[in-house]
């Protein structure tokens, strides 16, 4: 039971364009949403993330906007860079604090220079 | 963040063998995990290692296969037992920290023959 997913294996966005990466998850206990970037041989990375009582959050070029009645997320990133090109993981977590994260399928994003 | 050192970082070992991967933390730190990517697939928790008391394993995850130590804060060891070619993975094992984030090692790339 795949309790988060996202549907787009992969994204190719050319350079200096917006790239939205989504996110669907079923678990309406959910409460704290998380981004990662993962390159190959590394380890993912924490990007941003977003807690239930907020629909938006923001940093940089970095965007994450939150659709609780369609429980439904998004990665926005603009202007995209080259730099970008990476698998991005959506997470989550059920009552907060407990920590142990839920992981969607990974979207392999390609940003074309 | 956490700096986290993973090791090794890659293996090829034969099945019937076992592969013991240490994972180090440059501060002490309360919640430890274990992750394991299968190729082509999301990251699944396979345990909580707990300082001074047994792990707390996920659905589908068993302590023979998988034993686990946390002698203390910074410090977790996972066992791949009697591997099989299925085993082959990348296991990750990643921190908590109180603001629901979880920061990754770099992972360890494990064949298995």
């Known amino acids: 039971d795949q309790q988060v997913k996202q549907n787009s294996p992969s994204l190719s966005v050319q350079e200096g364009r917006i790239s939205i990466l989504n996110c669907d998850y079923t678990?309406?206990?959910?409460?704290?949403f998380l981004w990662y970037k993962k390159y190959p041989a590394e380890g993912p990375t924490f990007l941003i993330s977003?807690?239930?009582?907020?629909d938006k959050n923001e940093d940089g070029r970095f965007t994450v906007f939150l659709n609780k009645s369609a429980k439904h997320l998004s990665l926005h990133i603009v202007p995209s860079q080259p730099g970008d090109s990476a698998v991005y993981f959506c997470?989550?977590?059920?009552?907060?604090?407990?920590?142990?994260?839920?992981f969607g399928t990974g979207t392999r994003l390609t940003i074309i220079p | 963040s956490a700096v986290i050192s993973q090791k090794p970082s890659r293996d090829i070992c034969q099945r019937g063998t076992s592969l013991t991967i240490q994972c180090q933390v440059d501060?002490?730190?309360?919640?430890m995990f274990w992750y394991r990517q299968q190729p082509g697939q999301s990251l699944t928790l396979i345990a909580t290692?707990?300082?001074?008391?047994?792990?707390?394993?996920e659905s589908g995850f068993v302590i023979d296969k998988f034993p686990i130590s946390r002698p203390n804060l910074t410090f977790s060891t996972l066992t791949v037992s009697n591997m099989s070619p299925e085993d082959s993975s990348i296991y990750l094992c990643s921190v908590g920290t109180a603001k629901n984030i979880q920061y990754f090692g770099a992972g360890t790339r494990l064949s298995v023959l």
């Open positions: 501060s002490q730190v309360t919640m």
């Open positions: 977003i807690s239930s009582i907020k």
């Open positions: 290692a707990n300082q001074g008391s047994e792990a707390t394993y």
């Open positions: 678990n309406s206990m959910f409460d704290y």
């Open positions: 997470a989550a977590v059920a009552n907060f604090g407990n920590e142990k994260l839920t």
